[in-house]
């Protein structure tokens, strides 16, 4: 079995990190290049930067985030928000990123998943998933960093992702983002079930018995947390020694 990896997450708006709750009411929270530095130096797995206002610009502007990020930290980094072309894709890349995360195109144009697995290979494609509950066993994805309800079922679309070539989905609950009640168990299982590629689950974490609970409830591969680490409610430490004490394996 693979380790469980833990990932800091960076929503990002105007060079600040930002949190809300639901995707929404953000606030500034610190520096991105401080912040990724010290979770890097604090153990994290990976790093992923989203850009949660790049739906309004149609581009991504976390480049030179990223340039300066590689200079201290040498851990997988993952940028998403605004990557809506091959192009897009290359300029994270060149940058220094490992990965890009691809929402609303993705929805927008099912065959740029293909398109951009077979460019650069399907471990460099993530494929951003943000779920919103509308009824019982049943989640709508969003777009636009969750503003935008798009008719796709969730459950669907991950089946199909997956066949189009995405290496790998990050999972995020509206419903629990931001809220530190945990995350939304029901659907990071389901979503488990039906596809085989990794899953990052996204939204809920406050304590470290939150993310013990996701793991024994689905076949999740990471966690991306934000709050949890953001406000100081835990450590990565802690974090991997609640999930070690659980059994689960990690990378120390």
């Not at 380790?3 to 639901?22: M, S, T, Y």
């Not at 290496?167 to 079930?193: H, M, P, Y």
């Given at each position: 079995?693979?380790?469980?990896?833990?990932?800091?997450?960076l929503?990002i708006?105007?060079e600040?990190?930002?949190?809300?709750?639901?995707?929404?009411?953000?606030?500034?929270?610190?520096?991105p290049?401080?912040?990724?530095?010290?979770?890097?130096?604090?153990?994290?797995?990976?790093?992923?930067?989203?850009?949660?206002?790049a739906?309004?610009?149609?581009?991504?502007s976390?480049?030179?985030?990223?340039?300066?990020?590689?200079?201290d930290?040498?851990?997988p980094?993952?940028v998403?928000?605004g990557?809506?072309?091959?192009?897009?894709?290359?300029t994270?890349?060149?940058?220094?990123?490992?990965?890009?995360?691809?929402?609303?195109?993705?929805?927008?144009?099912?065959?740029?998943i293909?398109?951009?697995?077979?460019?650069?290979g399907?471990?460099c494609?993530?494929?951003?998933?943000?779920?919103?509950?509308?009824?019982?066993?049943?989640w709508?994805?969003?777009?636009?960093?969750?503003?935008?309800?798009?008719?796709?079922?969730?459950?669907?679309?991950?089946?199909?992702?997956?066949?189009?070539?995405?290496?790998?989905i990050?999972?995020?609950?509206?419903?629990?983002?931001?809220t530190?009640?945990?995350?939304?168990?029901?659907?990071?299982?389901?979503?488990s079930?039906?596809?085989?590629?990794?899953?990052?689950s996204?939204?809920?974490?406050?304590?470290?018995?939150?993310i013990?609970?996701?793991?024994?409830?689905?076949?999740?591969?990471?966690?991306?947390?934000?709050?949890?680490?953001?406000?100081?409610?835990?450590?990565?430490?802690?974090?991997?020694?609640?999930?070690?004490?659980n059994?689960?394996?990690?990378?120390?």
């Amino acid at each position: 079995m693979n380790k469980f990896r833990i990932i800091a997450r960076l929503d990002i708006k105007n060079e600040h990190v930002i949190k809300g709750i639901h995707l929404e009411g953000l606030r500034k929270v610190g520096n991105p290049n401080e912040m990724a530095k010290r979770y890097y130096d604090a153990g994290a797995d990976e790093i992923i930067f989203m850009d949660a206002v790049a739906a309004y610009y149609d581009r991504n502007s976390l480049s030179d985030i990223i340039k300066q990020a590689c200079k201290d930290i040498f851990i997988p980094i993952t940028v998403g928000g605004g990557i809506r072309t091959i192009e897009d894709i290359q300029t994270a890349l060149n940058s220094g990123a490992d990965k890009v995360a691809i929402n609303t195109k993705a929805i927008a144009e099912p065959d740029f998943i293909e398109k951009a697995a077979k460019t650069f290979g399907s471990q460099c494609i993530v494929l951003s998933i943000v779920a919103k509950n509308i009824a019982p066993q049943k989640w709508e994805a969003y777009v636009d960093n969750g503003r935008e309800p798009t008719g796709i079922d969730v459950i669907d679309w991950a089946k199909k992702v997956e066949v189009l070539g995405a290496g790998e989905i990050i999972l995020t609950s509206i419903d629990k983002e931001g809220t530190k009640k945990g995350f939304d168990l029901e659907l990071n299982n389901l979503v488990s079930q039906v596809v085989s590629i990794p899953i990052i689950s996204s939204g809920g974490a406050g304590k470290d018995k939150d993310i013990v609970d996701l793991v024994n409830s689905s076949n999740i591969d990471a966690a991306a947390v934000a709050s949890i680490l953001h406000y100081e409610l835990s450590t990565i430490e802690s974090i991997k020694f609640s999930l070690g004490e659980n059994g689960t394996k990690v990378r120390v």
